[in-house]
């Protein structure tokens, strides 16, 4: 994986506890730390993650394992 620098690139897109990690491992180091309190909030209000996600960061889920 590009951002870990661990593992092979297929053992990452099939390994959903990495790929959460690198997620937000890359929006904490591109949007900072207070973007999850802020998805989760929205996300919380919303009933609706994957439209947080999108709005705080510009990134669709279905887009997330392209970051890495």
Same mark, same amino acid.
């Not at 099939?14 to 309190?37: P, S």
């Given at each position: 994986?590009?951002?870990?620098?661990? $593992?092979?690139?297929?053992?990452?897109?099939?390994?959903?506890?990495?790929?959460?990690?690198?997620?937000?491992?890359?929006?904490?180091?591109?949007? $900072?730390? $207070?973007?999850?309190?802020?998805?989760?909030?929205?996300?919380?209000?919303?009933?609706?993650? $994957?439209?947080?996600?999108?709005?705080?960061?510009?990134?669709?889920?279905?887009?997330?394992?392209?970051?890495?």
């Amino acid at each position: 994986a590009k951002i870990a620098g661990i $593992g092979d690139e297929e053992n990452t897109k099939r390994n959903g506890y990495l790929q959460a990690h690198l997620t937000i491992r890359y929006v904490v180091e591109e949007y $900072g730390t $207070g973007i999850i309190d802020n998805i989760l909030r929205d996300a919380e209000k919303e009933k609706n993650f $994957g439209k947080a996600f999108l709005h705080h960061t510009g990134i669709g889920l279905t887009s997330v394992p392209e970051i890495y």
